[in-house]
């Protein structure tokens, strides 16, 4: 079902809508129009999602294509068919009933090089899945969610994209009065666990075999071919799941709100809320504000996935049949995490070939920096520029520890070991580079850009776009950002008001 909008007539960019998500019918959504920001305005866009859309470079200024309008939720583009999609799901540990996009509006799927991407605007008023809720989301939040969109794409970390942000003077009531956003997402799917546990808790089976029909036809294909399709389903899920956990670990980020309804069946990164890259070195940190009890602190959010992915399983349960093989299609989680969470530090100390004592040389650095407090994205920086011949170049590096003689005696190791594989500092240095990161989204990073937006000027948000969109380059004159974050750093609250 490809709607082809007839350039005579449409005034909108020539885009091939086909709209999957749609035909599954109307158990799962509801057809609504957004509501629009009054008097909008652009705050940001991304030239590499509309890139990827297949949209042309002045997409957002051509007067009669209206993007503006389009993407603050007013006049759709001929092809799009808004909706509001339904689920459920486990939120800190708890079964929450029906949720739902609350505040989201699915505009159609699209057709592009990279294959067919889903648009949805968040932000764009209520629906019938908004509870309590406004169906708004502020300029604060929207901010947030764009710049950690593209810069985790930047980072080669499976996420869902952000096309744009528009705002508007309307006001909206959280912890203070502040103001309306909206933010356009991209990705192949924004189908979530709790999709799965929503039709399954209702006892809703052929609209739950729909569901999956459709996650495995059109985003799992070689599910089909299995003995079990279903089974086969969880296990891809298990495994990209377990790829995504490694890659947030080893980049130091903490999401926040892993619930169930925030965790993509493509292991995409999703929802993008009270989320926190680690500035010092802290397993327990917890980034969410609200998170009391620290359920999803960073070195908690490996387990965290694995218990969502139960709850997965037993949503699919009704299509697998069997407990026990729905249990063992969850069992790889575990090797594939290590393995690749293991693959991926070593990567990060420029290890080439792999040892026995690897595992230990990593996790004594890492309890090195914990006990120090070392700065995670700075250590693994200034890791690069080793010296396997000790001397002071190794002090911008050593001076990040505090216990030096405990430091002096694991880089007698670090060295021994490259040595062993016969590393060559020149060469394992732009190797180290390309993985550890100059540049992440640190929260007073993201601060300083709302802050800016606030009054207007939106200069900020774009020069971090720009940055984080390569953050293993050196772009020299950026220096500031790839730094400590300064005292007031520790100040912020991030909760999961949005
Ligand atoms: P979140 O914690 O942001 O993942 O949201 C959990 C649920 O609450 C989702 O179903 C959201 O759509 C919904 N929600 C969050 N904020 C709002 C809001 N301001 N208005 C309506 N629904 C919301
Ligand atoms: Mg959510």
């Not at 732009?430 to 802050?451: G, Q, S, T």
Request: proline share 7%; glycine share 8%; with cysteine.
């Amino acid at each position: 079902m490809i709607a082809e909008a007839d350039p005579s007539t449409a005034a909108a960019p020539p885009l091939r809508w086909s709209n999957r998500f749609a035909s599954l019918g109307t158990s799962f959504y509801t057809e609504l129009p957004a509501q629009a920001l009054p008097d909008p305005h652009w705050v940001a866009t991304s030239p590499e999602c509309a890139q990827m859309l297949g949209l042309p470079a002045d997409w957002d200024t051509r007067p009669d294509w209206n993007a503006l309008a389009v993407f603050s939720g007013g006049a759709p583009w001929p092809g799009m068919r808004p909706l509001a999609s339904v689920y459920s799901g486990h939120q800190f540990g708890v079964w929450a009933g029906q949720l739902g996009d609350g505040r989201a509006h699915w505009l159609g799927e699209v057709q592009t090089a990279a294959g067919p991407m889903e648009i949805q605007l968040k932000g764009s008023g209520r629906t019938p899945y908004s509870r309590m809720g406004d169906g708004r989301a502020v300029l604060r939040s929207s901010i947030r969610e764009f710049l950690a969109s593209e810069a985790m794409a930047g980072l080669g970390i499976p996420t869902t994209r952000a096309l744009a942000v528009t705002g508007s003077a309307l006001p909206v009531l959280r912890e203070e009065v502040e103001t309306a956003a909206v933010v356009t997402r991209v990705s192949p799917s924004f189908i979530r666990f709790g999709h799965f546990e929503h039709f399954a808790h209702h006892d809703l089976h052929p609209q739950l075999r729909t569901l999956a029909d459709h996650a495995i036809d059109h985003h799992f294909p070689s599910c089909r071919d299995a003995a079990n399709p279903y089974l086969a389903l969880l296990e891809a899920v298990t495994l990209c799941t377990a790829r995504l956990l490694a890659d947030w670990q080893a980049v130091g980020f903490c999401h926040g709100v892993m619930n169930t309804d925030n965790l993509s069946i493509l292991g995409l990164t999703i929802d993008y809320g009270p989320y926190g890259f680690l500035d010092a070195y802290d397993p327990g940190h917890v980034c969410n504000h609200s998170d009391h009890q620290g359920r999803y602190a960073y070195a908690r959010q490996p387990g965290v996935a694995f218990w969502n992915l139960h709850a997965l399983a037993q949503a699919l349960l009704p299509l697998i049949g069997e407990p026990d093989e729905a249990l063992a299609a969850l069992e790889p989680y575990k090797s594939e995490f290590a393995q690749a969470l293991t693959a991926r530090m070593a990567a990060k100390l420029g290890l080439a070939t792999q040892e026995e004592g690897d595992a230990a040389l990593i996790d004594d650095l890492l309890r090195r920096m914990a006990a120090d407090r070392a700065d995670f994205t700075i250590t693994f920086r200034r890791l690069a520029d080793f010296d396997s011949t000790p001397g002071a170049r190794n002090d911008p590096l050593r001076d990040l520890f505090v216990d030096r003689e405990a430091f002096d005696a694991w880089a007698v190791r670090y060295a021994e070991r490259l040595g062993r594989e016969r590393s060559v500092d020149a060469e394992r240095a732009p190797r180290m580079n390309r993985v550890n990161p100059k540049f992440v989204l640190r929260n007073h990073l993201a601060e300083v850009a709302i802050r800016r937006a606030r009054e207007g000027d939106f200069a900020e948000v774009d020069t971090l776009r720009r940055l984080l969109a390569r953050p293993f380059d050196a772009q020299p004159g950026f220096e500031a950002y790839a730094s400590f974050p300064p005292e007031w750093a520790q100040q912020i609250e991030v909760s999961c008001s949005s």
